[in-house]
């Protein structure tokens, strides 16, 4: 989920002082739009290796003097110690020199501790690490004689290959043992305190390559367009060419000596290959120097610490529970359609003399092209210079994921698969996501948001709303993600891949969000984003005119506001949707995901619907106190529609599944940071759309 880069010289290396801090810095910056929340660096040279971490951007931790001076005392320890006059700008004559780096999206252990911070040190080992091992509580409770330090997944991967390495006596052993205990997806690259080589390991291919045409200098990174990107450097044209460049496959290492730039790879999977890498301590004997964070969590130059739960007592939790119990029970039990589980307070619905809604009335079942239709049509798009054949976005929820596995398992299709986080992806949508990615051994790109930022938008348009509560402005709170639409387009072209895929399920159009501005679109199926170009007007009419009502949705985050309305309603759409060609099926998603993949499902719901997406609690309480019903009950009534389910499991399932998910609440509000009892009351006494229809 993060970004890790490195670079290694020999000491035949051509490159400056200036050429290597450069090189350093832009790589820093390339990884910096995989995770924005902590940055940190390790620096092997003979004598040590020194790491420095902060909870900041990497951006900001390059203009400490700390990070500066560490580049500075390594390149120095390389140069010969024998006298000569060598100058700071010659290359030449160096010892060998490891840099690697990391940009951090966290997931595992908040970044406020700073052992949880990369690189992660072990007793042996310095480490970056990308991606998420989902069974570290498991593999800490089954080797009881491992010592924890920190929070982190990354830990326990160390002490796997520390210990392995010395049972067996081969790091390579190691490194397969290591990788065939964890579950979820590792990206790593690992220094050794004895050794001069460096280590490079993935089980899901996340990991490219390159080096220089004297065989000098390696560099490698997350992506290949970082490396394609840095190749076009001054400091690094005529070095290395795009064909240079080269995947570490899923399930492979590679083992870097760094006195020759010796390149061995091993596979992970292959418990009976040889061991050819000999690796020697040859009187190695390093120090590791741990550098004291800059910063402190008081700073203002520091990026504000992701939020944990605040400290909760029952005596608040009760007042919670009363608030939330005290809202549903103002909503009263609303005449539903007859045929479907609509409440006569949906916008724009009308019941005929039998009691059915205009949607069962005009409603058209889904027309699907098919399995075979879906086969023939991604055929034309299999490559075979070994690149992507397809750009799959990958959410988190079922759907995504599913549609994962049917195209890497069923069809066979090589898709690189690709998340935006806006700061609402859930814990438990990126381990899901590291659960499939991990299994499938299907390369990654994420994108991250400036995440803190994100949230204080957040923040500022949920403190509007409450100022002036309108349900036609609640899909406010969800506009920071639209920009996934955007980064999907450009991916698709920085990559040259042809086809997109997206899998989005039809029969989850909610139309009372444009409802409550106004707008209708009917039974049709035209795609989530297609609208008309006058409903598009009324729906910028609608929040325009609530902006003036509430100057309050005027702050930062309106830039942001526009781009997410544009990104989902203006930019081009040209997607391959996956639910158009193969029928939506709950129970065999679910069980195809739990059974075969292990997939996590929340603590507070028996849905696996909407788990991935952090917001949906907070705005479907708003939809039940407010309008008498959620997305829940449009979703239901489209599946009884299409036939897939009976009225009275769907008026179950919609009784049980709008209950509030107390624990998505506060992760929500805790997250974000406005206060939970606030909002409750201030929801709990808006005015109720349902008591026109009472």
């Not at 160096?94 to 406020?112: D, E, K, M, W």
């Not at 059915?356 to 009335?361: A, L, M, P, S």
């Not at 998603?589 to 909407?610: M, P, Q």
């Amino acid at each position: 989920m993060c970004g890790i880069f490195g670079v290694t010289l020999t000491p035949a290396s051509p490159f400056t002082d200036t050429d290597i801090e450069t090189t350093v810095r832009d790589l820093f910056r390339l990884s910096e739009s995989r995770g924005k929340e902590a940055a940190g660096i390790a620096v092997q040279s003979p004598d040590r290796i020194r790491v420095y971490k902060e909870a900041v951007t990497a951006s900001a931790l390059m203009r400490t003097d700390a990070y500066r001076g560490l580049l500075r005392d390594a390149l120095a320890a390389t140069r010969p110690s024998t006298g000569e006059n060598g100058s700071a700008g010659n290359g030449s004559g160096r010892g060998p020199l490891a840099v690697v780096g990391h940009s951090r999206l966290v997931t595992n252990g908040a970044q406020g501790r700073h052992e949880n911070n990369q690189p992660v040190i072990a007793d042996a080992t310095v480490a970056v690490h990308n991606g998420i091992i989902v069974n570290d509580a498991d593999l800490w409770g089954r080797h009881t004689d491992l010592c924890r330090k920190a929070d982190v997944d990354t830990e326990v991967l160390l002490a796997l290959l520390e210990r392995h390495q010395r049972e067996t006596g081969s790091w390579t052993q190691a490194a397969r043992r290591a990788f065939e205990e964890i579950e979820g997806t590792a990206s790593v690259a690992i220094l050794f305190k004895d050794h001069n080589v460096l280590l490079l390991a993935t089980n899901n291919g996340s990991l490219y390559y390159c080096a220089n045409r004297e065989r000098s200098a390696l560099f490698f990174a997350s992506e290949r367009d970082m490396l394609m990107r840095l190749a076009e450097k001054r400091q690094l044209r005529g070095h290395i060419q795009d064909a240079d460049i080269l995947q570490l496959r899923s399930n492979t290492a590679l083992l870097v000596s760094l006195d020759a730039l010796q390149l061995e790879r091993f596979a992970l999977d292959a418990d009976d290959a040889p061991d050819r890498t000999g690796i020697v301590t040859n009187g190695i004997h390093r120090q590791i120097e741990n550098l004291p964070p800059a910063y402190d969590a008081d700073s203002r130059h520091i990026t504000r610490i992701v939020a944990t739960p605040r400290a909760r007592t029952s005596a608040s939790d009760a007042v919670i529970h009363e608030l939330v119990e005290a809202g549903i029970a103002q909503v009263p039990e609303l005449e539903r359609c007859s045929r479907c589980v609509l409440t006569r307070a949906m916008p724009f619905i009308e019941f005929d003399d039998n009691g059915v809604c205009n949607f069962c009335r005009n409603y058209r079942k889904i027309e699907h092209h098919g399995p075979e239709a879906l086969a023939d049509h991604v055929e034309r798009f299999r490559r075979t210079d070994g690149l992507p054949d397809a750009l799959l976005s990958l959410s988190g929820g079922r759907d995504s994921t599913y549609s994962l596995h049917y195209f890497k398992s069923v069809l066979g299709l090589n898709v690189l698969t690709y998340t935006y986080d806006w700061g609402m992806v859930t814990d438990i949508a990126r381990r899901n996501i590291a659960r499939l990615c991990g299994k499938l051994g299907v390369e990654h790109i994420l994108v991250s948001a400036d995440i803190n930022r994100k949230r204080e938008y957040i923040r500022m348009n949920v403190n509007a709303w409450l100022k002036r509560p309108d349900l036609g402005t609640v899909p406010l709170f969800m506009a920071g993600d639209k920009q996934f639409f955007y980064h999907a387009n450009r991916l698709r072209k920085q990559l040259n891949i042809p086809l997109t895929i997206f899998s989005m399920n039809p029969m989850e159009r909610t139309e009372f969000k444009a409802g409550f501005c106004g707008v209708t679109r009917g039974g049709s199926h035209d795609r989530f984003y297609g609208l008309t170009n006058w409903n598009k007007v009324k729906i910028a009419w609608h929040y325009g005119k609530q902006y003036l009502l509430n100057p309050a949705y005027i702050n930062r985050s309106l830039v942001d506001t526009v781009g997410a309305y544009f990104s989902y309603y203006v930019i081009p759409h040209d997607y391959l949707q996956f639910f158009e060609y193969v029928p939506w099926d709950e129970e065999t998603i679910n069980r195809t995901l739990i059974d075969e993949y292990g997939w996590e499902t929340a603590s507070d719901t028996k849905s696996t619907w909407r788990i991935g997406d952090g917001t949906a609690a907070f705005y479907n309480y708003i939809y039940y106190v407010g309008a008498g019903f959620t997305e829940n009950d449009t979703f239901r009534s489209n599946q009884i529609r299409e036939g897939v389910l009976d009225r009275e499991t769907a008026l179950e399932n919609v009784r049980r599944e709008n209950r509030p998910r107390m624990d998505t609440l506060h992760w929500y509000c805790d997250t974000i940071g406005i206060d939970l009892e606030h909002a409750l009351r201030t929801i709990n006494a808006m005015p109720k759309w349902w008591a026109k229809f009472t």
